[in-house]
């Protein structure tokens, strides 16, 4: 990984002042120049990570430490440098064109961790709308919007690499299954909202967001498996 770290503990915690945006984008500069030579411009991407101490991680590629999360994303196009904060496409009860390109590599991870294929498609389809370079504002990422602690849980090593990312996001999802007893809405409402929110609650937790996605995913699913 192509990184580059800078110290922030003079200021506040997720706080970024105004000599600290220079030395970012200073840094995002010299990031670029020297990726440049490896890798087109058009096709370069920058993260900013941020700790809970303040301090940064500029890196040419996704970071799966768990104690960094994302704060910006960014793009170099043939104009420069474009700031591309780009979250998952929002995500549709209609199946992506692109949907197909995938469909052997989560048939194929679904039956080798004993997971429903039909309901990797549906988690897939609503996390991400199977782009494959969707981030979330929280830092989750790829087909299967795993955060940087999940992935390094299932030792993902490249979270951006679509095998990969479903690989970790059906271990865990077969996880959720066995805690909480094959049950398919719970497990799902935990992948939403994490399990110990379930366990909190002892059932889905009353977040209007968690409860849409529970059921956006029941209804993926049972269209998956009638096709």
């Excluded at 030579?37 to 991680?57: E, F, I, K, N």
């Amino acid at each position: 990984m192509t990184g580059i770290g800078i110290d922030g503990a003079s200021a506040a915690p997720g706080r970024v002042t105004r000599p600290r945006v220079k030395r970012l984008w200073r840094a995002l500069v010299v990031t670029a120049a020297l990726s440049a030579s490896a890798v087109p411009c058009w096709a370069q991407t920058v993260y900013v990570y941020v700790r809970a101490d303040g301090s940064r991680l500029i890196t040419d590629h996704p970071s799966i430490e768990p104690d960094y999360h994302l704060l910006k994303r960014y793009e170099i196009g043939a104009s420069g440098l474009d700031a591309a904060a780009t979250a998952p496409q929002p995500p549709s009860h209609s199946v992506p064109r692109r949907a197909a390109h995938y469909d052997s590599l989560i048939e194929r991870t679904a039956r080798t961790y004993g997971v429903e294929s039909a309901l990797v498609k549906a988690v897939v389809q609503a996390e991400s709308a199977f782009n494959p370079q969707a981030v979330s504002h929280k830092g989750a990422y790829g087909l299967m919007q795993l955060l940087p602690a999940t992935a390094h849980r299932y030792g993902v090593t490249d979270i951006a690499d679509p095998a990969q990312n479903v690989r970790g996001g059906v271990r865990y999802l077969r996880d959720l299954l066995q805690l909480f007893d094959d049950d398919t809405q719970l497990a799902l409402a935990a992948y939403n909202a994490g399990e110990n929110a379930v366990k909190r609650y002892g059932g889905i937790p009353p977040y209007a967001e968690t409860q849409n996605y529970v059921r956006k995913v029941l209804s993926l699913r049972r269209r998956y498996a009638q096709r």
